[in-house]
């Protein structure tokens, strides 16, 4: 199934599907899947849909051998007024990822990561920044390409990888 899908960059069309990420990645738990309208609506996962395509947004669309979109890993630029999740500073891109249930553990997530992450250091960036619930299996993923935990909260923790 590695072979099956491909990269492409995302652009201002797709928006609706990173929309479709978010609750993907907010609703990674299985069962207990929070509505989709509150989740788009809520001021805490909006804030990285909204104005898609910003100047200094970037992603990628991960597509099936048929052309539909299956995953995403984008990265925002977020200001210390309205922070992320994973906010660790103005210069510093937030990234989110989401993966289709059907396609996860199958390299989808690992490549659309490799790649933002080869992105930001492509665009100059020193680090990147995300943040993900600890008990989230995503998270071994991320410690296995090389994110550290910078800070801790309650339920999530904030991890970087420092790009150059």
């Given amino acids: 199934m590695a072979d099956a899908f491909s990269l492409r960059p995302a652009v201002q069309a797709d928006g609706s599907f990173l929309g479709d990420m978010v609750v993907e990645a907010a609703n990674w738990r299985s069962g207990g899947a929070r509505p989709r309208h ?5 001021v805490e996962h909006r804030r990285y849909l909204s104005g898609w395509m910003r100047p200094a947004d970037a992603g990628f ?4 051998s048929e052309g539909q979109s299956i995953g995403a890993a ?3 630029m977020l200001s210390q007024d309205d922070p992320g999740f994973g906010f660790v500073g103005t210069a510093v891109p937030e990234l989110i990822i989401g993966v289709q249930p059907i396609w996860r553990a199958h390299g989808v997530g690992r490549t659309l990561l490799r790649r933002l992450v080869a992105h930001a250091g492509e665009q100059g960036h020193a680090r990147i920044s ?6 989230n299996f995503a998270r071994g993923l991320y410690r296995s390409e090389g994110f550290l935990v910078t800070s801790s909260g309650l339920l999530r923790d904030t991890m ?3 790009v150059s």
């Avoid at 509150?38 to 809520?42: A, G, M, Q």
């Avoid at 669309?61 to 099936?64: G, Q």
């Avoid at 995300?130 to 008990?135: A, F, G, H, P, T």
């Fill in 38 to 42: 509150e989740i788009l609506t809520s």
């Fill in 61 to 64: 669309i991960a597509v099936d």
């Fill in 74 to 76: 984008w990265y925002r």
């Fill in 130 to 135: 995300l943040s993900v619930e600890r008990d």
């Fill in 160 to 162: 970087v990888h420092r």
